[in-house]
């Protein structure tokens, strides 16, 4: 490639990255966090874990109920599924690993997007993963309700009206598509015993119940 090419190419490059990140909505902390055991092996089951703070806080205990016989990640992260990053970050691990089985949530990020929006980035997601890794089984996890802050006996009802929005969209799309659904919701919803005093996270008892959910969740699909 000339030089003159190479600089044509990365001028264009420069042009959809910086066109992409116009369109980001961004929150005031964005982060990722990925997690690969067993990543020097391939004699195992392979599961990842993708989604939130939510998925980080019962990933051990998931970990724990699949046994030694399974190697456990995670892909964690507070991009909303239209995040430019999104896609490419679950696309290094996806492309580098085989995983079994891909158990996924998001929808507790991302409030500055509309639910149309959430609708289109789930089905690009769902797209993307057929695309890439075709022999992988997946399983969708229902975005869990948000209670207040300063009482958690009280449920927010902005936050949580769209997290019944949002989970109403992936039920309609996981139904076409064939994608057994785990839900977390219901598990959770009326247990206040669950929730941390934040509202959003969970407690001890809680990230044990999600976990336990998960691990069936998984293990009936692997079966």
């Not at 042009?15 to 004699?43: F, G, K, L, M, Q």
């Not at 970050?89 to 949530?105: A, C, M, S, Y």
């Not at 969970?202 to 079966?223: C, N, P, Y």
Request: charged share 25%; glycine share 6%; hydrophobic share 40%.
């Amino acid at each position: 490639m000339n030089y003159r090419l190479f600089s044509m190419c990365i001028l264009c490059l420069s042009a959809v990255i910086s066109a992409n990140a116009e369109d980001v909505v961004h929150e005031r902390i964005e982060w990722s966090d990925v997690w690969i055991v067993d990543a020097d092996s391939t004699s195992k089951t392979r599961v990842l874990l993708v989604g939130d703070s939510i998925v980080r806080g019962y990933y051990s205990g998931v970990e724990k109920g699949l046994g030694d016989s399974v190697s456990c990640a995670r892909y964690t992260t507070s991009k909303f599924l239209l995040h430019p990053d999104y896609l490419t970050e679950l696309g290094v691990l996806v492309k580098r690993f085989h995983f079994d089985v891909i158990h996924l949530n998001n929808g507790l990020h991302g409030w500055g997007h509309s639910e149309e929006q959430y609708r289109e980035g789930l089905e690009k997601l769902l797209a993307f993963l057929k695309e890439t890794t075709p022999d992988s089984k997946l399983i969708w996890a229902m975005t869990t309700p948000v209670r207040e802050g300063n009482n958690i006996e009280v449920v927010n009802e902005e936050r949580s009206n769209r997290v019944i929005a949002r989970n109403r969209i992936a039920s309609e799309i996981l139904e076409k598509q064939g994608i057994p659904v785990n839900d977390l919701y219901s598990l959770v919803a009326d247990h206040t015993d669950f929730y941390s005093k934040d509202g959003t996270h969970f407690s001890e008892a809680g990230r044990d119940a999600e976990a336990a959910q998960v691990v069936a969740a998984v293990q009936d699909v692997l079966k």
